[in-house]
Structure formats: C-alpha cells, structure tokens
C-alpha cells in the first residue's frame, strides 16, 4: 500500500492493541468486469483502484446496479474479473477466497438446525471441532441478544435475529476478513439501528478488515472508517471519504455537524452523478 493511501486512513478513535492480531489488508488494482450473456454486454465495473488497511473498516455506498456486490465477489474470488488484480495480504485471489466471513442481505440459515447449530456449520465446513467452538459461539450469541434463543429454529426467529445468527456465524472462526453485502437491507428501520450498533461493538472487540456493502449514505458514515462512493454503472470510484469520527459512535456523534456534514457529502456526489433529484 502506497503512502499517499494510508495517509487517508484516520488516527483517531479506539486504538488497535497490542493482543489484536493482524488483520488482512486488500488491495485492488484497475479491476473491470464485463458480463456478457444472451448477446448482451453489461459493463459492470471500470478500473476499480482501492487499498484497504488491515483492521479498517471500509463502507461502500452506491446506486443499485453500480457494480458494489459484484466488486465485493470478485475480492471474495466468488467471481472472476475481467481484468486487474485482487491482492489479500499481499497474495494474488485466484479462486474462492476461504479466511474470511461473510454475510448477504438473506441470512441462509438451516431450517431444521437452531441457531446454536446454525452458528457452528462455519466451523464443521470447515473440518475443525465444533466443541472447541460452542463456548465461543454462546459468547458471541450473547452479545448480539441471542444468548436466550440459542435453541430456537430460525422460523421462531424475526428478521433481525435470524440476521445477528448470521452475523456470528460469520465471525465464529475469528476470520481476518469481514464482508457483508447489504446485510441489514431487508430489515426494518428500528432494527436496522440496533444492528448498526451490535456490529460496531463486535467489531471493536476483534477489529477485522471489514468490507460493508450498502445502499445507506448515514448507515455508511456511522460505521466506518473510510467512505467509498460509487458512480452509477460502470461503477467506478467517485469519492473516497475518511471518516474522521470518535466511536463508539453513540447518539451524540450522530447527532453532530460533522456527522451530517459527511452525510452531505456523499449526497452531493450523487446528485452530481444525477442518482439523487430535488
């Protein structure tokens, strides 16, 4: 990563301690993709050029269709691209990338599993003892107010909980890479909040690099770290916006000028793109 981009990652906050382990950086270098079907070309992404410091927390905002799902893919090596490289702590992504978490906008939980069970698949996919993992699990259910609903089948669940089961499934391996793709879109505006705020304290706990997809412009400033703002399709980077905010990012921070000024910020460049109207 070149010094010019560190520069744009902010100092202030809860520092990073010395028993935190090192977390992945990323770094994307002139990545496109073009998706060709049924003879028609879809110019989904135009020379995407993004470094992410390990332990970072990047929020990516754009119109739909922008290409930030598929940008996202492409960095997990679910996907090819068309051209560019995808480097993760320094090795090249060729195919399916497997030390990470992550979580999509459905939470793909097991019907006939509860949700203690739920949790640990990640890790017996993963050929490891889901014993050592239970104590673990139960912890990390608890703090995202599941601890009671443990044994509960995911229809017994609401949204929101079927999410958070998500979400700790994601983290139970304690991966150095986080990624969430639109993870709270399908929720309601109350619990959305509250999610909001389960994910910064989980994070804060472990500090990994996370990658967080979403259409929300205050969703994108109250988590994170650095702002990306797309362009509508081919997405392109717009706008790279360090979010220089103490956390945790409580009521009074969001209530701040600051806060609504990056907030304006954002806007402002989607309505230069046209994506926003007055």
């Given at each position: 990563?070149?010094?010019a981009?560190?520069?744009?990652?902010p100092?202030t906050?809860?520092?990073?301690?010395?028993?935190?382990?090192?977390?992945?950086?990323?770094?994307i270098?002139?990545?496109?993709?073009i998706?060709?079907?049924?003879?028609?070309?879809?110019?989904?992404?135009?020379?995407?050029?993004?470094?992410?410091?390990?332990?970072?927390?990047?929020?990516?905002?754009?119109?739909?269709?922008?290409g930030?799902?598929?940008l996202?893919?492409?960095?997990?090596?679910?996907?090819?691209?068309?051209?560019?490289?995808?480097?993760?702590?320094?090795?090249?992504v060729q195919?399916?990338?497997?030390?990470?978490?992550?979580?999509?906008?459905?939470?793909?939980?097991?019907?006939?599993?509860?949700?203690?069970?739920?949790?640990?698949?990640?890790?017996?996919?993963?050929?490891?003892d889901p014993?050592?993992?239970k104590?673990?699990?139960?912890?990390?259910?608890g703090?995202v107010?599941?601890?009671?609903?443990?044994?509960?089948m995911?229809?017994?669940l609401?949204?929101g909980?079927?999410?958070?089961?998500?979400?700790?499934r994601?983290?139970?391996?304690?991966?150095?890479?986080?990624?969430?793709?639109?993870?709270f879109?399908?929720?309601?505006?109350?619990?959305?909040?509250?999610?909001?705020?389960?994910?910064?304290?989980?994070?804060?706990?472990?500090?990994?690099?996370?990658?967080?997809?979403?259409?929300?412009i205050?969703?994108?400033?109250?988590?994170?770290d650095?702002v990306?703002?797309?362009?509508?399709?081919?997405g392109?980077?717009?706008?790279?916006i360090?979010?220089?905010l103490?956390?945790?990012?409580?009521?009074?921070?969001?209530?701040?000028?600051?806060?609504?000024?990056?907030?304006?910020?954002?806007?402002?460049?989607?309505?230069?793109?046209?994506?926003?109207?007055?």
């Amino acid at each position: 990563m070149t010094a010019a981009r560190l520069s744009e990652v902010p100092r202030t906050g809860v520092a990073v301690t010395a028993a935190t382990p090192a977390r992945a950086p990323i770094d994307i270098a002139g990545v496109s993709q073009i998706f060709q079907r049924a003879g028609q070309v879809t110019h989904a992404l135009d020379r995407v050029d993004l470094a992410i410091a390990g332990s970072e927390f990047v929020s990516i905002v754009g119109p739909s269709g922008c290409g930030k799902s598929t940008l996202l893919k492409i960095i997990a090596g679910l996907i090819s691209r068309s051209s560019g490289t995808v480097r993760i702590d320094g090795q090249e992504v060729q195919g399916p990338y497997t030390n990470l978490g992550i979580v999509f906008q459905s939470p793909v939980l097991l019907d006939w599993r509860n949700v203690l069970d739920n949790v640990l698949v990640q890790i017996e996919l993963r050929g490891l003892d889901p014993k050592q993992y239970k104590a673990r699990a139960l912890e990390l259910l608890g703090k995202v107010g599941l601890g009671d609903f443990k044994d509960r089948m995911p229809r017994e669940l609401s949204g929101g909980m079927r999410q958070r089961a998500a979400i700790v499934r994601a983290l139970i391996h304690d991966p150095p890479l986080l990624m969430m793709d639109e993870p709270f879109g399908a929720l309601d505006a109350l619990t959305r909040e509250q999610m909001r705020i389960d994910l910064e304290k989980l994070w804060l706990d472990r500090r990994q690099t996370t990658l967080f997809i979403t259409h929300g412009i205050s969703e994108a400033v109250a988590l994170a770290d650095r702002v990306v703002v797309m362009t509508p399709r081919p997405g392109r980077i717009d706008r790279i916006i360090p979010i220089d905010l103490p956390r945790p990012r409580h009521k009074d921070v969001l209530a701040s000028r600051r806060f609504t000024e990056y907030c304006d910020m954002i806007t402002e460049c989607f309505m230069r793109h046209g994506v926003i109207k007055y």
